[in-house]
């Protein structure tokens, strides 16, 4: 065999005739299974987790089948990593979508801040190389500008707004390769200068100088011409896409990340539906739901999901999506994730204080929050809450008013009472 050539090699295991329960042959078939097994594993390990069944039942229509035990598709090549929980997590590197490293946004050069189109060229129409220029006629930026202008037949005096979006591509994005413009400017020690280059465009050339940048000056100024994008290889779920591909009933963990607290609550609710019977009267589960054997697996984890759920549920953020950016939040749905994520960890002996976390809350989810404080007072802790809510103090065990005014006219105990007094 040639010795820098790739060959493919393939050795003749076992051949089997396959043969049929008829009542009599159990025996041979018990043999024959097991010894299909022992050169299924003998393949497996020559063939280093591949293996080829070639059948010849019928010697006219005879086909290959190709296995493989490894996280690979063996015929685009996509290799999969071993799935575990950091592949489903954004904040490690094993699950996070490599082109945003998990923020689901990327910070790119903008057009819309790069371009001013009620300017000309001449009058400072491309934004960072105006400033660049500093007014300067005979910089290298303005000669650039003059060139360019120049050899692609751009008007000078005619504000960008006029340009077809063709003509804005261009000056964005650059000519082609082939294309060379003859540039003349003169340097910082006024010598004339002159040569022949291909146009790079604006935004390669303001990505060359950001990567290139040597102090935190350069870096800001450039990224006043940029803006946050949503990730277009994760569309924002970031996610690397191994991950996304991996589904529940044909739910990727992101489409459920983006399901509201009470839908999420249904979906994993149906989930347990493998333990009731068929309408048909069957026991076998329906096709959309886990199996037994699944379930038993999966049980424990969703008695923990579920119960999380059901807590934000009762402290008013059912509207909430699991995949809603925490700094999108408001103070008092923060503070309620909050509570509920120590009401989930069923702590005792801890004081909380709330800062009037009935705000915003309709008159229904405010009786499920109060009933929420009262089962953490009951675990064994102190609550202690600062409220201006009528059903809440009715609800307290203990008031204290301060006052007797607001802020500086304040600070003094007022009234004090156990429940009993109100």
């Known amino acids: ?42 393949a497996i390990k020559l063939g280093n987790g591949t293996m080829i069944v070639h059948d010849v039942t019928h ?15 063996l015929h685009c090549g996509t290799n999969l990593p071993e799935i575990e929980p950091r592949t489903f997590s954004f904040n490690s590197p094993h699950g996070a979508c490599p082109a945003c490293d998990g923020l689901g946004v990327r910070t790119e050069l903008d057009p819309d801040l790069i371009l001013n189109l009620d300017r000309t060229l001449e009058t400072g129409a491309i934004r960072p190389w105006a400033k660049m220029s500093r007014g300067s006629k005979q910089g290298y930026y303005a000669q650039l500008i003059k060139a360019v202008a120049n050899f692609y037949k751009l008007p000078l005096d005619a504000p960008l707004s006029e340009f077809s979006p063709t003509q804005r591509d261009l000056i964005l994005y650059g000519g082609k390769p082939d ?58 779920h970031r996610l690397r896409p191994e991950a996304m591909a991996v589904t529940i009933l044909g739910m990727g963990i992101h489409e ?6 009470t839908d999420g609550l249904h979906w994993f609710d149906g989930l347990d539906a493998a333990n009731s ?18 379930l038993l697996i999966a049980r424990p984890i969703l008695k923990e999901i579920t119960a999380r759920l ?42 909380y204080i709330l800062d009037e976390p009935s705000i915003g809350l309709h008159q229904r989810d405010n009786e499920r929050l109060i009933k929420t404080l009262e089962g953490l007072r009951n675990l064994g802790n102190t609550v202690l809450v600062v409220e201006h809510d009528e059903d809440t103090m009715h609800r307290a065990d203990w008031i204290i008013d301060m006052g007797p005014g607001a802020g500086k006219h304040g600070g003094e105990v007022v009234w004090s009472a156990d429940r009993d007094s109100f």
Not at 14 to 42: K, W, Y
Not at 256 to 261: Q, Y
Not at 319 to 331: D, F, I, M, P, V
């Open 277 to 294: 019977p068929n309408s048909n009267g069957s026991d076998a589960p329906p096709a959309d739901v886990l199996t037994s054997r699944q």
């Open 179 to 236: 294309e060379k413009i003859t540039l003349s400017y003169r340097n910082a020690s006024g010598e004339q200068r002159s040569y022949s280059t291909p146009f790079e465009g604006v935004i390669p050339n303001l990505q060359r100088r950001y990567k290139d940048a040597n102090s935190a000056d350069n870096y800001e100024e450039i990224e006043k011409y940029m803006s946050s994008r949503t990730c277009p290889a994760c569309n924002g």
């Open 310 to 351: 059901r807590f934000m549920q009762d402290v008013g953020l059912n509207y909430l999506t699991l995949s809603r950016a925490a700094n999108s939040l408001s103070g008092g749905e923060a503070q309620r994730i909050r509570l509920a994520t120590q009401i989930g960890s069923q702590l005792m002996g801890c004081l």
């Open 256 to 261: 459920v990340s983006d399901l509201s607290i």
């Open 59 to 73: 010697r006219d229509k005879a086909w290959d089948k190709l296995f493989s035990e490894n996280f690979a598709c």
């Open 1 to 42: 065999m040639e010795p820098y050539k790739l060959h493919t090699i393939e050795a003749v295991v076992d051949r089997l005739i396959i043969r049929h329960p008829d009542g009599d042959n159990n025996a041979e078939l018990n043999e024959d299974a097991a010894r299909l097994a022992d050169s299924v594993e003998t």
